[in-house]
């Protein structure tokens, strides 16, 4: 799952790692506390990582950045959308359904989009 750059990929194996937690607290019954707090966690660490690939974007001049930064605007607020409706009780437990939606958007898009920029940034330097 490699793209060539090691602190992007040690943010995806840590963003997979979270992912995991929520499906386990999911399947072993965890309260709504506890899985909230992953969900936050996994929110913040998201955020900051799309930042860092955001920033060697504009630092290595990538052309698609505006294209791949609309797309981790999209999930942010997907996410941001399943943690309010939690939350708020609309939503009584987060089903595997979502769970399985996550996982498959961040493994496609780390191995889709994410895989393309690793070329581009190697060649200006940034790994
Ligand atoms: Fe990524
Ligand atoms: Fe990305």
Redesign the pocket.
């Known amino acids: 799952m490699s793209v060539g750059v090691e602190v992007l990929d040690h943010d995806h194996m840590a963003l997979v790692g979270m992912v995991n937690t929520l499906f386990d607290g999911i399947q072993s019954g965890q309260g709504k506390d506890a899985l909230g707090k992953i969900l936050d966690d996994l929110l913040e660490y998201t955020t900051g990582h799309?930042k860092r690939?955001e920033d060697l974007f504009a630092q290595a001049g990538y052309p698609e950045a505006a294209e791949?930064t609309a797309?981790?605007e999209a999930l942010r607020a997907q996410v941001l959308e399943i943690r309010r409706m939690y939350l708020a009780g609309a939503t009584p437990t987060l089903s595997l359904d979502v769970m399985n939606f996550l996982k498959r958007w961040l493994v496609d898009?780390?191995q889709g989009?994410?895989r393309k920029y690793g070329p581009f940034l190697n060649a200006k330097g940034i790994r």
């Open positions: 799309f690939e791949h797309r981790h898009h780390i989009s994410d």
